[in-house]
């Protein structure tokens, strides 16, 4: 009769331990999950912020979009009239 009370004991507790770690496990998983959901989303958001900085920082510089000097086809030369040596 002794074993049958040990035994009946043992499943109790086992089941009890089973249903708590249980239970405390998946409510400290699902906190960690948030947490890490959250960190994600943010370096995320971080990152398209930033890609949208660069796109915008791009567009709005004329030089950067052609490879070309911009004043190459100016018709007008600033330095044509410029006399180089004072001593002429």
């Given at each position: 009769m002794k074993w049958v009370g040990v035994l009946?004991?043992?499943?109790?507790?086992?089941?009890?331990?089973?249903y708590y770690g249980s239970s405390a496990g998946v409510a400290k998983g699902i906190d960690q999950g948030i947490v890490q959901g959250v960190a994600?989303?943010?370096?995320?958001?971080e990152a398209r912020r930033k890609e949208a900085e660069k796109e915008a920082a791009a567009s709005v510089n004329p030089f950067g979009q052609t490879s070309t000097n911009?004043?190459?086809?100016?018709?007008a030369n600033p330095f044509e009239n410029v006399k180089v040596n004072p001593f002429e």
């Amino acid at each position: 009769m002794k074993w049958v009370g040990v035994l009946v004991a043992l499943v109790v507790g086992l089941g009890a331990g089973y249903y708590y770690g249980s239970s405390a496990g998946v409510a400290k998983g699902i906190d960690q999950g948030i947490v890490q959901g959250v960190a994600q989303e943010k370096a995320a958001e971080e990152a398209r912020r930033k890609e949208a900085e660069k796109e915008a920082a791009a567009s709005v510089n004329p030089f950067g979009q052609t490879s070309t000097n911009p004043f190459e086809k100016s018709p007008a030369n600033p330095f044509e009239n410029v006399k180089v040596n004072p001593f002429e």
